[in-house]
Every structure is written in C-alpha cells, then in structure tokens.
C-alpha cells in the first residue's frame, strides 16, 4: 500500500540532545513537508521541499534542520536549538509543486518529548 | 498574508443533530480550499476540497462550498454520528511559485455524544 510513514511514533529526548525524525513516503511525490503541532493549535510549517536536494524554510525554521537526498525521504532534527522541542510533528507529501490545487498527505505523526 | 478562521470550539453535539463549523478566510488571489480531520493521536486525513469558487466539495455526508463573496468555506453534516468525533481543520493553498504550502485555521473539537 502507497502511503507515508513516520517513526518513531513516541520520542523521548534529554533536553540539549539533537534528535531526528523520519519521513518516508512511496507515492513517488515531488514535494514533502515537515508541521509542528501544539496543543490547541493549528499546524505550523517548518520546511518544505519540492525537489530533491533543495528545501525552503517555512514559518518557524528556527532550530530545525532538514535534508533531501532521495525523493522518498525527508528527515527532520530538531537542535538543542530549538528552545520548546516538545510537540507532535507530522510530515506530509504531495504530487506536484507549485500547484496550489494539489493535495498534501499526512503520515502518522511523531510524538517528540523533551524532558 | 494568507490566515484562516475557524469557529472556536470545542463543539459539543448529539448523535444526529446537524453540524456547522464555520471558516473564513484571507487570502489575495485564487485560493484551493480544503477540511481535513484528525483523530486522537494519528495524522490528518483530507476530507472534502474545492478549488474555485462555488465549487461544492463533499465526502462522507460532510459539505462545503467555496463562497468567494463571503471567502468562506463552512463545513456541514446533516447528521453527526458517534464516529465524526475528531478535530476538523480548514486550511487553504495559496497562488505561489514556492510549492502547494497550507496555511491552517486553529482547529475545531468536534464531540458527538450517543
């Protein structure tokens, strides 16, 4: 079955530890995405790529990293950095670029603790 | 900028009352609008989208339609069932050159209570 997957599903961390987060997918889509979700919140982007080995940063970029060296995948680390690492992560993927039509698929989600 | 309202919730209906859960929005240009749903601890799940205006999505007994006078976009379900339990976000896609980004409304808490 076609579909993204994201592991682990429950991370625990100490704090100042770097940590990454993975996203495959094998729909053979162009473009990934990486979202922060808090509490009560709406999902926020943290970068995004529309081809491999080239990413922009979305909205709070800001103590995260990224990379895309092969199509079906897009890790995630969040730095010691980031000064509130503990969210729900979800990484998404979608078939063209630049289109605004286009629909986004979510994985699972990655449920990151820093303690 | 692009933003997106959302009703605040939570909302709280019996089994097989009528759902409205309001969204509005700005945004320059055209605009794909979309609702997604999300149940406890998974990820989201595309439920209904309209990509012009007075299009008219659907999915599963829930409705939106795409009002560009208004720049609205509610979603309604005639009748809500035990299962329709979950957080429903609406969000749109702007006209870029820099990929299909979303830019999501806050979330609305649906409960249904048998």
């Known amino acids: 079955d076609g579909g993204i997957t994201q592991s682990p599903k429950y991370l625990f961390r100490k704090e100042g530890q770097n940590v990454t987060l993975s996203c495959e997918q094998n729909?053979?889509?162009?473009?990934m995405y990486w979202y922060r979700q808090d509490p009560g919140q709406g999902l926020r982007l943290i970068y995004y790529?529309?081809?491999?080995?080239?990413?922009q940063k979305g909205d709070i970029a800001e103590g995260y990293s990224v990379s895309r060296e092969k199509k079906e995948s897009f890790p995630l680390t969040v730095t010691s950095a980031q000064k509130n690492p503990t969210a729900f992560y979800l990484c998404?993927?979608?078939?063209?670029?630049?289109?605004?039509?286009?629909?986004?698929?979510f994985g699972p989600g990655t449920r990151l603790t820093v303690l | 900028g692009n933003s997106v309202t959302q009703m605040e919730g939570p909302v709280t209906l019996s089994e097989e009352a009528f759902l409205t859960i309001n969204c509005t929005y700005t945004?320059?240009?055209?605009?794909?609008l979309f609702w997604y749903v999300q149940y406890p601890g998974e990820g989201l799940q595309l439920l209904l989208k309209?990509?012009?205006?007075?299009d008219k999505g659907s999915n599963k007994g829930f409705e939106a339609t795409y009002r560009k006078e208004t720049t609205s976009f509610h979603l309604e379900k005639g009748s809500v069932q035990v299962s329709d339990s979950a957080v429903y976000f609406c969000?749109?896609?702007?006209?870029?050159?820099?990929?299909?980004?979303?830019?999501f409304g806050e979330g609305t808490q649906l409960t249904v209570n048998p």
């Open positions: 945004a320059t240009g055209y605009p794909s």
């Open positions: 998404a993927s979608s078939a063209d670029r630049g289109i605004s039509t286009d629909t986004q698929y």
């Open positions: 969000a749109l896609s702007g006209q870029e050159t820099s990929g299909s980004r979303l830019t």
């Open positions: 790529s529309q081809i491999v080995n080239d990413f």
């Open positions: 309209a990509t012009k205006a007075d």
């Open positions: 729909l053979n889509h162009d473009a």
